[in-house]
Structures are given as C-alpha cells and as structure tokens.
C-alpha cells in the first residue's frame, strides 16, 4: 500500500467505533426491544411466531425479516443468521455442525429447476470446501419440477447428514416471474433424524418480499453504496462511518501502523486495532483466512474474514469484520472492513452491513459502471461462472432523472404494479430509469 498514510490513533471510525483516546462516536444502542426492532430503513426482526404458509410449506418458526436484501426466514430462538455469497445460512452453533441455507436464483429464460439444482449445490459445495469440510450429494428425486438429494458431510472429526431441494416461487422482477430456491440442511449423524423435521421448517419459512435501494454516493475520497435512510456518521482522509442512526454501522479503515507494533498478520492487525477501539471478541463465530503472497515491495499480503460476538466499550455488539493486511516493514499497513450491530438486530441487518462494507471503495475514479462490476464481485456475484443470478445480491443499477441521483437496486426492490407501470421507484413514487438490465 502506498505510503504516506496518517497512523492508527484518534481517527473517527464507523460502525460507531472510536480509538481507546477518542470518544467522539457511540456504541450502537443496545437497548432495543429484543422482539422488535427497526432501524430507520424499516427493517425488523419479530421474535414471535408467525402462523403463516409460503410457496414453500408451513411456516410455524419465528420470523426473521430482512428488508434491505428483500428476504424472510425462519430463524429458531437464540439461532443466529448470516448471509455470504449468494446464500442465507441459519445456523445453531459456530461449528456450523447443524444448520439450514437457502440459496436464491433468478429463474431467467433458459434455467429449469433441475440445472438451477445441480449448479447450486456445486456452488454450495465450494462453500464448504471453503472452510476446510467437504459435502457429497445423492440424487433422490430428479423431476424437473422438484428435484431432492441427501448430503453427506464431514468437517473435521465431525459426521453429518442432510437433506436438499429446489422449490420455485413467484417473484415478478424485472428479470423473469419466478425465483428458484436450493433449500439445504444438515446436522451431525446421530442427531439429523429428530432434527431434519425443524431443519427442513428454516427454509420452509423463506419467502421473497420487497427490499431497499441502495444510493450509489462518490466525493473526493469515497464511492460507496448506502441505504436509502442510512446516514454517513463522518467521513476523514482515510476513514469512513455509515449507520442507520441506532443500532447498526458500517466502517472502512485504511492505516499504515506505527514501528514496533508487532503486528505481521491479518490476525495480529485486527487484534491491534481492535484494542485501540475499544472492542474485545468473547466468542469468534467463524473465521476465513485467504491464502497469504508476496506483494512488489518485498512484503506479505494476507486476508481474514471473521464473524465475532463482544463488547464495544461494555456494549454488546455482533459483529463481521474483513482485515486485509501487508506487513513485511516496519510499518505495517492494512485495511478493516467493519460492520457491527446490536445483537438483537443483527439477523436482520447483517446482510446490508455486509454489502455496504464490500461497496466502500477508497480515491476510486472509474465511472459507474465499472465500479458497479466490481461490487457486484465483491459481494459474491457469480453470474458468468454458474450461469445464473443469486438473487440475494443480484442488483440493477438505476437512475433518477429528476435528482440525477445513481441507486443499486435489489431485484427484490422491483415493482410490478408501480403507479407508472412495472419497474424500480424511489420513496416518492418516482420511476427510476434501469441503467444496467
């Protein structure tokens, strides 16, 4: 990284974070309503149980609604979600040995279930094979309207069962009519018999509804995409924070780190700017480390995502953060990509966190569209590989004529009976103009 970068000390950062001498921002609000709680976006998460039956089967599990991405789910008490590449996981423990995903896909001309099912589990098992498990699938049913497999899986010493299928759902975008779901589950062999039955209910509970756009910002430091609502906290040289106002933000930090620090590792960067905000991790949820290599100067790049549960200053936080680090000098340099919540929202805001921490690009000076392409691989964005659009993260790229205001806008955010016909609005019921179909 370029040198001349201002060193890690009193720099405002997001995610309502501040350096240990530096209390000019606010832990999110951690004292929300466990049951309900809305940011100023409008998305909620209910704790109660919702009576309700989707394309996909009975509901009978609380519901989870996330009206940033566009989704609904089943989420049992105390389970947690997360989403990543294309896929919703519900999970009920960081080993990840029983939980539940679902995987939307635009169901485009050309697509039938069945080659929608098969390239979705391929996508499912590099995953898995991402984390060091490994996933083998035996076709059940083969109908093209409603193909199934068993999954056999192994992580570590650990031995599990599953179960997986494809099921369509209506979903007017302005891509196609329909939306196809890979609902997969999974459990340790002696436990999936009694589990598979409230598994197969997760994914049961899923269920498309509208989402947010999302206004693509760039000024003279940073391009980012925010949700409508959402507000930039403050914004320095090298710093950025954007939040909904109470219980969620996102940050981005570039810094080049003192002499001396000891830091040589994505890890030992994180623990080192982490004690100077003020945060410390009780439980590391997940953890994905990108293999390290030499960068011209001589040095060592190397990348780390984590999921964590701790404190912010005494303040409970769920967070995720995504470290990129070059050591090799005596000043170390590095980039933290941060988004934490209030742990009684986090189910329902995860998914915009980690799409706007992927959108923050630093000094960017391409136009658009460009920038537009490289977002959309960012966050996951696989369309030229499977063949097929995620629908979790599958955006278009819109404009407002009247404001000349530039908007990622979520397939889910399409209205079909809007007041000028099909198509993409802003909050005053303007049509926006698509600028990438």
């Known amino acids: ?48 149980v919702a009576a309700s039956t989707t394309a996909s089967g009975p509901c009978t599990l609380p519901l989870t609604h996330d009206t940033f991405a566009g989704f609904h789910i ?61 996933m083998t699938d035996t076709v059940t049913s083969s109908g093209d309207q409603s193909p199934a497999a068993t999954l056999t899986l192994q992580n570590g010493p650990t031995s599990m069962a599953g179960q997986a299928r494809l099921v369509v759902l209506p979903e007017v975008t302005a891509h196609g009519s329909s939306v196809g779901a890979l609902l997969a589950s999974w459990a340790p062999v002696t436990a999936f018999a009694a589990e598979s039955a409230a598994l197969a209910g997760i994914g049961a509970c899923y269920g498309p509804e509208p989402g947010t756009l999302y206004q693509v910002m760039k000024d003279q430091v940073f391009t980012y995409a925010i949700p409508v609502g959402w507000t930039v906290k403050s914004e320095g040289q090298d710093a950025i924070e954007i939040d909904d106002g109470n219980d969620a933000a996102a940050s981005y930090l570039l810094t080049m780190l003192p002499p001396g620090t000891g830091v040589d590792s994505p890890q030992s960067l994180l623990s080192y700017v982490f004690g100077h905000m003020g945060i410390h991790i009780d439980k590391q949820l997940s953890s994905l480390q990108l293999p390290s290599h030499q960068v011209a100067n001589g040095g060592t790049q190397g990348q780390e995502l984590v999921e964590f549960t701790g404190t912010l200053n005494g303040r409970a936080i769920h967070g995720t953060a995504n470290v990129l680090s070059e050591t090799g000098s005596s000043t170390p340099t590095g980039v933290l990509r941060l988004g934490v919540a209030s742990p009684d929202v986090w189910n329902s805001v995860n998914g915009a966190l980690t799409h706007v921490i992927n959108s923050i690009q630093h000094k960017f000076t391409q136009d658009l569209q460009q920038w537009e392409n490289l977002s959309r691989q960012q966050q996951g964005f696989n369309q030229q590989a499977q063949g097929f659009d995620y629908a979790l993260n599958g955006v278009d790229l819109v404009h407002d004529p009247t404001t000349g205001a530039t908007f990622e806008a979520p397939y889910d955010t399409y209205r079909a009976t809007g007041p000028d016909g099909p198509g993409y609005y802003d909050r005053a019921n303007n049509k926006l103009q698509i600028q990438t179909p």
């Open 74 to 134: 089943g989420v049992p008490n105390g389970w947690d979600l997360f989403t990543f590449a294309g896929t919703i996981v519900v999970s009920k423990d960081p080993s990840a040995a029983e939980e539940a995903t679902v995987t939307p896909v635009l169901m485009t001309a050309g697509l039938s279930p069945a080659s929608v099912f098969s390239s979705s589990l391929g996508g499912l098992q590099k995953q898995i094979a991402a984390v060091g498990g490994t």
């Open 1 to 48: 990284m370029a040198a001349g970068r201002r060193t890690l000390g009193c720099v405002v950062l997001a995610a309502s974070l501040a350096g240990a001498a530096c209390s000019t921002t606010k832990a999110p609000n951690a004292d929300s309503s466990t049951t309900q709680s809305s940011g100023a976006s409008g998305a909620v998460s209910t704790g109660t």
